[in-house]
């Protein structure tokens, strides 16, 4: 059984790192600076950390809504059987896809689990002052990856838990399953 | 080499999306017919899930016609991708993972379009081409 897991392990890394050796790369900095600047124009436009926070979390939204189909067309993954498999290929292939960091799946639970992330290129240089020290920073991430798994049927809540910019050691994003949605044909009489 | 004839694509409703002919043998129908036939299609494609003799089957992924070959690929987000092609066409799964992939660049990264709108992608549409030509060349 262990053996097996391992063996699914060094799939997905190689998986991950075959993806992100397909796709086009760009400078991390200007991408840190691009961020940066994303989240200071709407500290501006919202004025409050948890307008900030929302507005942050539903454009990560919009994105992982377009971003899974690049996903699912370019990365050889086959078909999730249970949610914990969906942790480890996002962490091991889908991070490494388009971040190129590698994420780790911890505190799993049947409908639970937390990505944590050593390395979080979106926050490469930031310091938060004291009166951002509730900013859900690196937020669009959570909205990523709640967008991009609405797409493929599954509503979950996408949580920042811990971040490095708060004084933890590492950033985790908490993911929960609230939902499968399935789609059903339905007669039009109905 | 036998060519590829038409690509169609579906969104989650069952509504086509897209349509393209690449060659002078396809079908000549209007805009509604197209449409009326890309939403049977999709209905057809179910049926033929649940009446399949063998439990857990895939859905339909290919048809043989005296006259045309069709390929279907339905992507885990619920999108439909089907092409038709002459007789003897190889590697059409290839193709609509290939077209799969420009769909996923070419339409999606564009923030103006809008999901599971008609596609109008100039860029989408050009490479699309480009492909079906190498596939017409290749076979």
């Known amino acids: 059984q262990k053996a097996e897991t391992e063996m699914s392990a060094v799939r997905l890394n190689r998986a991950g790192d075959t993806a992100f050796a397909k796709v086009e790369k760009v400078?991390?900095?200007l991408f840190s600076l691009t961020y940066g600047a994303v989240v200071m124009q709407v500290i501006k436009d919202y004025e409050e950390v948890d307008a900030t926070n929302a507005q942050l979390e539903k454009m990560g939204y919009n994105i992982g809504v377009r971003l899974v189909d690049e996903f699912l067309a370019k990365a050889q993954v086959s078909a999730c059987q249970s949610f914990q498999d969906t942790a480890e290929v996002i962490a091991k292939v889908g991070f490494k896809m388009f971040l190129g960091v590698n994420a780790e799946v911890v505190k799993t639970t049947g409908d639970e689990f937390t990505l944590q992330l050593s390395d979080n290129p979106l926050a490469e240089f930031v310091e938060l002052p004291e009166q951002y020290a509730k900013l859900e920073y690196s937020g669009m991430l959570c909205g990523v990856l709640r967008g991009a798994l609405e797409m493929v049927q599954m509503r979950v809540t996408c949580t920042l838990v811990r971040d490095?910019?708060?004084g933890d050691d590492v950033t985790e994003i908490r993911v929960v399953l609230q939902e499968m949605l399935n789609e059903e044909y339905h007669d039009d009489e109905d | 080499m036998p060519s590829l004839l038409s690509l169609y694509i579906n969104n989650k409703a069952g509504g086509l999306i897209f349509h393209r002919d690449f060659s002078s043998a396809a079908a000549k129908l209007?805009?509604?017919e197209h449409?009326?036939?890309a939403s049977t299609f999709n209905g057809l494609a179910m049926i033929?899930?649940?009446?399949?003799?063998?439990?857990?089957?895939?859905?339909?992924?290919?048809?043989?016609?005296d006259s045309f070959?069709?390929?279907?690929f339905d992507t885990v987000t619920g999108l439909k991708f089907f092409v038709t092609a002459e007789p003897e066409s190889k590697h059409l799964d290839a193709v609509l993972k290939d077209v799969y992939m420009l769909y996923s660049d070419y339409?999606?990264?564009n923030p103006f379009y809008e999901l599971d709108m008609p596609i109008h992608c100039e860029r989408f549409i050009q490479k699309l081409m480009k492909l079906a030509d190498d596939y017409n060349k290749r076979g």
């Open chain 2, 35 to 37: 449409l009326t036939l």
């Open chain 2, 48 to 65: 033929m899930r649940q009446l399949s003799p063998v439990p857990g089957s895939s859905g339909m992924e290919l048809l043989e016609a």
């Open chain 1, 27 to 29: 400078s991390s900095e």
């Open chain 2, 30 to 32: 209007d805009i509604n």
């Open chain 2, 107 to 109: 339409v999606l990264k």
């Open chain 2, 69 to 72: 070959v069709l390929q279907s």
């Open chain 1, 164 to 166: 490095v910019l708060w």
